[in-house]
């Protein structure tokens, strides 16, 4: 069982950076593959980023390609989503999401087995 908390949400301008946090519980962190999703208004979830169990590959949807980087800390049993140059569009509540997995090449980007609260993130222009 992993319950996931996010941080790090909140209202800023277009150009803006935002750094969002996931603290997982549970012992095995390291053996999940670790993803952030993102849900606008109106929309459906969409993927955002995926990160393998040891932190060594790195996986983006194209639309933040450049912008965003994902990462993980598998000591403090936290993932993190950097996001630069931020842009209207990115507005959604970001989830994060958990994938036990028993391959260390994978990438958590469909049917999570654990989802975050979510955490807003509101770009304005």
């Known amino acids: 069982q992993v319950q996931l908390v996010e941080s790090g949400g909140g209202l800023v301008q277009a150009g803006d950076s935002l750094r969002l946090s996931c603290a997982a519980s549970?012992?095995?962190?390291?053996?999940?593959?670790m993803g952030w999703f993102r849900e606008a208004p109106g929309k459906e979830r969409e993927f955002v980023a995926a990160i393998t169990w040891n932190g060594i590959s790195t996986y983006y949807a194209d639309s933040v390609k450049g912008r965003f980087t994902i990462s993980r800390d598998n000591a403090k049993n936290t993932v993190y989503l950097q996001m630069n140059s931020l842009k209207p569009e990115d507005t959604a509540v970001y989830y994060c999401a958990a994938c036990a997995t028993a391959y260390s090449n994978y990438y958590c980007t469909t049917k999570p087995d654990y989802w975050g609260q979510g955490t807003q993130v509101t770009v304005s222009s």
């Open positions: 549970g012992r095995t962190f390291s053996r999940y593959g």
